[in-house]
């Protein structure tokens, strides 16, 4: 197979490979650091067995991100879903300093504030390892209730992933999103997969976004998951909440977006997930 999708890879690049050293990290995709015969060093990420249009729709969501020329996102160079890769621009990784968070949590703001088409994707186009839906809504109530808590539960009940309860309770936090608050905000272009190890820090520590799950959302969202597993500093969701402030109460709505995760994590996981899981729920039922 890399020799069937090394060739089609060269060709969309114009320059063969000289050098290709695999990358560690990941749970879905294998990845490469490759130098090229023009010079050039990019990202390579492959599959053996990727979902139907996997590669293709990581592409659009991180063009879209780029485009709104408000975070710094790799650029795609080539792509393709038959044979199935990405090559991105490299990189190259170096550190924090005092100004990362603060401004990272700007640019956030900023790309925040764009109002995206619809809620989920208008391309219709599934996201993530689990292939959760984006079919368009005009809510966000309506979006995360079908979209996410109402099919992620019955693929918990289905792989026997979260007990009977847990399922539950999904399902009835699923029919009561109104009772939250913030659901009139209108739909911002998400990452939708915004966990500390999906922002990188460059050379002069600027954050770079990539493995994006994107598609438009309520913007609590990436709240919550770049709070679900630590990594950003207090530092950037202040200058995020001072340059477009967030709604009252947003803090009690953490755990509430956070549930779409947990659960894609306790299928996937299982172990703490489970009664990680469980204890958000225990919030909203």
Same mark, same amino acid.
């Given at each position: 197979?890399?020799?069937?999708?090394?060739?089609?890879?060269?060709?969309?690049?114009?320059?063969?490979?000289?050098?290709?050293?695999?990358?560690?990290?990941?749970?879905?995709?294998?990845? =490469?650091?490759?130098?090229?015969?023009?010079?050039?060093?990019?990202?390579?990420?492959?599959? @053996?067995?990727?979902?139907?249009?996997?590669?293709?729709?990581?592409?659009?969501? *991180?063009?879209?991100?780029?485009?709104?020329?408000?975070?710094?996102?790799?650029?795609?160079?080539?792509?393709?879903?038959?044979?199935?890769?990405?090559?991105?621009?490299?990189?190259?990784?170096?550190?924090?300093?005092?100004?990362?968070?603060?401004?990272?949590? @700007?640019?956030?703001?900023?790309?925040? /504030?764009?109002?995206?088409?619809?809620?989920?994707?208008?391309?219709?186009?599934?996201?993530? %390892?689990?292939?959760? &839906?984006?079919?368009?809504?005009?809510?966000?109530?309506?979006? =995360?209730?079908?979209? @996410?808590?109402? &099919?992620?539960? /019955? !693929?918990? $009940?289905?792989?026997?992933?979260?007990?009977?309860?847990?399922?539950?309770?999904?399902?009835?936090?699923?029919?009561?999103?109104?009772?939250?608050?913030?659901?009139?905000?209108? &739909?911002?272009?998400? $990452?939708?997969? !915004?966990?500390?190890?999906?922002?990188?820090?460059?050379?002069?520590?600027?954050?770079?976004?990539?493995?994006?799950? #994107?598609?438009?959302?309520?913007?609590?969202?990436? *709240?919550?998951?770049? /709070?679900?597993?630590?990594?950003?500093?207090?530092?950037?969701?202040?200058?995020?909440?001072?340059? $477009?402030?967030?709604?009252?109460?947003?803090?009690?709505?953490?755990?509430?977006?956070?549930?779409?995760? !947990?659960?894609?994590?306790?299928?996937?996981?299982?172990?703490?997930?489970?009664? #990680?899981? /469980? %204890?958000?729920?225990?919030?909203?039922?």
């Amino acid at each position: 197979m890399e020799n069937t999708w090394q060739g089609s890879a060269e060709q969309q690049l114009k320059s063969r490979f000289v050098r290709k050293s695999p990358l560690g990290g990941g749970d879905f995709a294998e990845s =490469y650091r490759a130098m090229l015969e023009d010079g050039r060093t990019v990202f390579i990420k492959t599959h @053996r067995q990727p979902p139907p249009g996997f590669f293709s729709t990581e592409a659009t969501g *991180l063009r879209w991100l780029r485009d709104s020329q408000h975070v710094n996102v790799p650029q795609v160079l080539a792509c393709s879903d038959e044979p199935p890769f990405l090559v991105l621009e490299w990189v190259e990784m170096g550190s924090a300093n005092a100004h990362t968070e603060v401004t990272f949590g @700007r640019e956030l703001a900023k790309l925040h /504030q764009m109002t995206f088409s619809c809620f989920g994707r208008p391309d219709n186009r599934t996201t993530g %390892s689990q292939a959760v &839906p984006n079919n368009p809504k005009e809510s966000w109530i309506e979006f =995360y209730a079908t979209q @996410r808590l109402q &099919p992620l539960a /019955q !693929l918990a $009940h289905e792989k026997d992933a979260l007990p009977q309860k847990c399922i539950i309770m999904l399902e009835k936090v699923s029919n009561k999103l109104g009772e939250f608050g913030a659901c009139d905000e209108p &739909p911002s272009l998400l $990452h939708g997969d !915004l966990w500390a190890g999906n922002r990188v820090v460059d050379t002069n520590s600027n954050s770079w976004l990539i493995d994006p799950a #994107a598609h438009g959302g309520h913007r609590e969202f990436d *709240l919550a998951m770049m /709070q679900l597993f630590g990594g950003y500093g207090h530092d950037c969701i202040a200058a995020y909440h001072e340059c $477009h402030p967030l709604q009252v109460g947003w803090q009690d709505r953490v755990a509430l977006h956070q549930l779409a995760p !947990l659960t894609v994590h306790a299928i996937k996981f299982g172990g703490s997930y489970r009664s #990680a899981t /469980q %204890s958000a729920l225990s919030n909203y039922v």
